[in-house]
């Protein structure tokens, strides 16, 4: 099977992460990218080598689907240890397991500590669990692979409490750019939903609390979606079964040709089959289809779940992102959820690099009041958001020059390079979070930057790894572009050294003032 470009870049940096002694880490691909197929490439890499690999699900389905994967990418077959199936004697390398079987006591005793040599968890942000962290502990000699679709950096920094790196990341943006996944539309319904009353758990809403809150709001919302939606093929996710029958049943009454499936329905694989044949255009569940279930013909999604988790937002949205012939776009249907508490995930989520441009993207997409493209409100509201971040950047280096520092603030050089990734960067793993060591921060000092604005090692370590690649790339240090900015010239961090060293020999030979002619504001580097 060909890989595409992305995925086999992938499976290179997980094997590179291994070969350099790093035993736990993750990959980040968004739904539909081939995550499957991905470690089923780096299962047969790691049975070539003589290992013996473990493939860890919570779900039956998830098992079956990494099973099949498997044998059609690689021709391997799998043992399987769930319920009273058992590998123990089986001649197969690779086993397929319930992690609710695996983590009784009485059946991992029946493998030696060392048994498995890797171990690929499957939907990895489910991994900080007790139950997985006993089989992770009893095993603790494999090598670990999370493979994930969490687009979210608060579940990354979660993670990153067990994982050590981040072996490999392709984001829903480059997958929508490379035309491996659907664009995606995002509509805001004016329906205003309050949720103030709803209690939370765990971390999220209470899922009693939504069905009843959401009660009187299915009548309009249905009527929405006849508005909107009535030509689309759509999936509706609800907090209850009870809930999703009823707004089933009022889909019907409307014109729309709906089903609801849940964790009991008897006929659940005769509807998704009828689904996806296009006898139902509405399918209704309480969050049963957010793993493991495909239907590349769905074109619009309506979470009336609203949920505080961004890998649950995300693995909801993912079930209408694939391509299908002839479908232009994935519509996305967002409501006025009135919250007292701000950390809801909205479609801007999806894609938006922190909290500061979704914000700006979500308020684009509430006001507009029809379908917008996620890409083109993103890319407005980054350029908004750096506009004001460059105007209080001005007010802050006219404070700067007033004090004549001989160092540079980080912030002034992340902008005048626009190195927006320094500028976001949130750190995800247990290291990143320490403070910067004795070292990096002589270092930092020693090439121009203030230490004391840089909190955490890994922000040094990416901050000493830019300034390396500039000296080998011959663009300007940060003393230079202190020096330049501080003279009225702009975005020096995008000039050359050379460029930069000339204009100050200019400056220095002409006692220490910008020469006759030259208008910083407007000048550009040689």
């Known amino acids: 099977m060909e890989l595409r470009p992305y995925q086999q870049e992938a499976r290179q940096s997980i094997q590179a992460e291994w070969n350099k ?3 736990r880490t993750l990959l980040v691909l968004p739904t539909g990218c081939g995550k ?12 070539k080598l003589g290992e013996r690999v473990l ?4 779900r039956g389905e998830l098992l079956d689907q ?9 021709g391997l077959k799998t043992a399987t240890e769930k319920a009273d199936q058992t590998s123990i004697g089986s001649w197969y390398r690779v086993v397929v397991g319930s992690i609710q079987t695996l983590m009784r006591d009485k059946r991992l005793q029946q493998f030696a500590a060392n048994h498995f040599d890797t171990i690929i968890i499957d939907e990895a942000h489910h991994c900080l669990s007790d139950s997985y962290q006993r ?18 950096r608060g579940d990354m920094r979660n993670l990153g409490s067990y994982f050590e790196s981040l072996a490999y990341e392709y984001t829903l943006p480059k997958a929508i750019k490379a035309g491996f996944l659907s664009p995606i539309k995002a509509m805001t319904i004016p329906l205003q939903i309050n949720l103030s009353a709803v209690g939370q758990q765990a971390g999220d809403f209470k899922t009693q609390d939504l069905g009843t809150a959401l009660d009187p709001y299915l009548e309009s919302i249905a009527e929405e979606m006849l508005r909107v939606a009535k030509d689309r093929k ?22 729309f040709r709906a089903a609801e499936v849940n964790g009991d329905s008897q006929d659940r694989s005769q509807i998704l089959e009828d689904f996806d044949g296009d006898k139902y255009n509405v399918l209704c569940n309480s969050m049963l289809l957010t793993e493991g279930w495909d239907c590349p013909s769905v074109d619009c999604v309506v979470v009336l779940r609203p949920t505080k988790v961004r890998s649950l937002y995300s693995q909801m ?3 209408g992102t694939r391509l299908f012939p002839g479908k232009t776009e994935l519509l996305l249907l967002d409501f006025l959820w009135h919250t007292e508490r701000h950390e809801l995930c909205h479609p801007a989520h999806l894609i938006a690099e922190n909290e500061e441009i979704a914000q700006a993207m979500t308020k684009q997409i509430e006001e507009a009041g029809i379908a917008l493209d996620l890409e083109d409100v993103e890319k407005q509201a980054a350029e908004d958001v750096v506009a004001q971040r460059e105007e209080a950047l001005a007010k802050q280096l006219a404070e700067m020059k007033r004090r004549k520092r001989a160092l540079v603030d980080p912030l002034q050089f992340e902008m005048s390079i626009q190195a927006e990734d320094l500028s976001s960067y949130v750190p995800s793993f247990g290291w990143e979070q320490a403070p910067p060591s004795d070292a990096q921060v002589k270092t930092l000092e020693k090439l121009g930057i203030m230490p004391e604005q840089i909190d955490n090692a890994g922000k040094a370590t990416k901050l000493l790894e830019r300034l390396d690649k500039r000296r080998e790339e011959g663009l300007t240090t940060p003393k230079q572009i202190r020096f330049l900015e501080g003279r009225g ?38």
């Open 66 to 74: 990494a099973s099949d994967k498997l044998e059609k990418s690689t």
């Open 21 to 23: 002694g790093v035993k």
């Open 55 to 58: 493939i860890l699900a919570h």
């Open 234 to 255: 759509i999936v509706v996710f609800l907090p209850l079964v009870k809930t999703s029958q009823k707004f089933t049943q009022i889909l019907n009454s409307i014109g």
């Open 317 to 319: 949205v993912g079930r």
């Open 135 to 152: 089989v992770l502990q009893y095993f603790e000699t494999a090598n670990v692979l999370g493979v994930t679709a969490t687009p979210d």
């Open 489 to 526: 010239f702009e975005h020096v961090g995008t000039w050359s050294f050379d460029s930069a060293k000339k204009m100050i020999d200019r400056i220095a030979g002409n006692g220490w003032k910008v020469p006759a002619g030259v208008d910083p504001k407007a000048y550009q580097g040689e």
């Open 36 to 47: 499957t197929i991905v470690f089923s490439k780096v299962t047969e890499d790691r049975v």
